[in-house]
């Protein structure tokens, strides 16, 4: 049998073993027409260069500081929680005066646990992307590490989904698309710049739309898209999504919506742990857990995955099925609890009371509890119809 032969049989296994994009199927049923795309969509409004003129993008390696001048999200609503738990605790403190002082105020009751949950609905835009930076500042100040944000979004503005992916990539928050809410068009950007995605709700793409253009023809404004399109595609390669996704947007009509399927969003990064996260931490948690806590911290990861994500479920019952699942990998881990996967969820819990001395072993009783602490609700509610507008 000759060497070629050998090679040539070899690469052919390799390519077969090789997981391509998920099938598209049913698109007759996961394609549906919206009202008025301007009214939330995928919107692109910033000049553009000629392709032959136009300079690579640069990510700048500092997140910009927050700028402190009056702000209000006029189109919008926040609100921000030190809890978990959205069907007992509703979710907490709405945000109407976005100044540092009120912020500190809104955020004071957090630092006892270090956990908050900024819960918005609304447009992505200028204001939203603003938010998110002085939320991030504060919390920074205050020291409160552990970060939710909790999305119902139509879309909005290309550019500010960029740049809010890119602050919250730089400060460690976990996004929630919970039953009930949605994330359309420019918001699925935002959901590529986190380090865990938790998706219950509608995911849906559609092409961008150039309210900006002076184009009068098809290649000029095709030439303006390439453009668009190009710092998407950079924009999610950095942040560990596929890059394919700027070409599937490309392909639907701006009065229709897409809704990408539970697979879809696995193969395009968008959910559960962000790869490119998650080999950096691989690589800080070995220096500072050891191998030992990486290898049982991977093999929850897939447990995870593999026996929790039911689709039929929504974010409560995601949440409590990994929080009790994490006993079987021992963890929350004593040595390195706070890196314990969806470690969040302990800090909300108050420790009992060590024991008196003379416990056999001399082990400490003060014990994270493993019981969830958000609850499973009670079904799947469908988004209203007003959401698609």
Not at 174 to 186: D, I, N, P, Q
Not at 189 to 200: H, T
Request: proline fraction near 7%; hydrophobic fraction near 40%.
């Amino acid at each position: 049998m000759s060497k070629l032969y050998l090679v040539l049989m070899a690469s052919l296994l390799l390519a077969a073993c090789r997981q391509g994009p998920p099938p598209v199927t049913a698109d007759k049923d996961r394609t549906i027409e919206i009202a008025s795309p301007e009214e939330g969509g995928a919107i692109s409004a910033a000049p553009v260069e000629a392709p032959a003129a136009r300079k690579p993008p640069v990510h700048a390696l500092q997140p910009p500081q927050p700028d402190w001048s009056p702000l209000s999200l006029a189109v919008g609503e926040a609100s921000l929680s030190c809890e978990l738990d959205y069907s007992d605790q509703d979710d907490g403190r709405a945000l109407i005066d976005l100044d540092r002082s009120s912020l500190l105020a809104a955020l004071a009751p957090c630092v006892e646990h270090g956990v908050l949950r900024l819960r918005y609905s609304g447009k992505v835009n200028a204001n939203f992307t603003a938010l998110l930076q002085r939320v991030v500042a504060v919390a920074d100040e205050l020291k409160v590490g552990k970060r939710v944000l909790d999305l119902n979004s139509v879309g909005g503005m290309i550019e500010d989904a960029i740049k809010a992916g890119d602050a919250i990539a730089d400060s460690r928050w976990t996004l929630w698309v919970r039953e009930g809410s949605v994330c359309h068009s420019a918001c699925v950007l935002v959901l590529a710049g986190g380090d865990m995605r938790m998706i219950r709700g509608r995911v849906g793409i559609h092409r961008i739309i150039r309210t900006s253009s002076t184009a009068t023809t098809r290649t000029q404004l095709n030439d303006e898209l390439r453009v668009v399109y190009g710092r998407v595609r950079e924009y999610l390669g950095r942040n560990g999504a596929a890059e394919a996704m700027a070409d599937q947007m490309m392909s639907v009509p701006n009065r229709n919506l897409r809704l990408l399927s539970a697979d879809e969003l696995q193969w395009y990064g968008l959910d559960g742990v962000n790869p490119v996260q998650d080999d950096l931490d691989r690589l800080r948690l070995m220096r500072e857990c050891g191998q030992e806590f990486v290898a049982r911290h991977d093999a929850f990861i897939r447990a995870f995955e593999h026996r929790c994500r039911d689709e039929n479920s929504g974010l409560g019952a995601l949440n409590a099925c990994g929080v009790a699942l994490r006993g079987e990998f021992g963890f929350p881990d004593r040595s390195c609890a706070i890196e314990s996967p969806l470690s969040e969820f302990d800090m909300l819990v108050t420790p009992a009371p060590p024991e008196p001395p003379g416990v056999a072993g001399g082990e400490p009783a003060a014990k994270v509890t493993a019981e969830p602490a958000v609850p499973a609700p009670s079904g799947v509610v469908e988004p209203p119809p007003a959401l698609l507008d």
